[in-house]
């Protein structure tokens, strides 16, 4: 399974992004995907969740900027990234929790990051 994300890129404050994410190779389903993102000396946080029901989660800095979204036929994960700070400047990463097979135990995923930078 890979997770290819794009989409990444500058941007200047109080622009938009929208990145995407999309899962190939063996996929009998997918369960959670999520975007992380890890800026320069801290940790990885997560930044927004969906579950395949339709559930969504935001880490409060982004409440009401960000918006998650995805396409289960496409197996593609989507971030609409509005009104961007400087402290939203960082690597940004789709995560997935993949399921290969039925009655199979889920494994996470992670792509290979694309860069955000917003400047001031």
């Known amino acids: 399974v890979q997770l290819q994300a794009s989409g990444g890129g500058l941007v200047q404050v109080g622009g938009s992004l929208r990145l995407s994410c999309v899962a190939t190779g063996v996929i009998f389903s997918i369960d959670t995907m999520n975007w992380y993102r890890q800026a320069p000396g801290k940790q990885r946080e997560l930044v927004a969740g969906s579950t395949s029901a339709g559930g969504t989660n935001y880490a409060d800095s982004v409440k009401g900027r960000f918006s998650i979204s995805r396409d289960n036929a496409q197996k593609a994960l989507y971030l609409q990234m509005n009104n961007l700070r400087p402290e939203d400047t960082a690597v940004y990463y789709c995560?997935?929790?993949?399921?290969?097979?039925?009655?199979?135990?889920?494994?996470?995923?992670w792509g290979q990051g694309t860069q955000v930078t917003v400047s001031s």
């Open positions: 995560n997935s929790e993949v399921r290969r097979a039925p009655y199979v135990g889920p494994r996470q995923f």
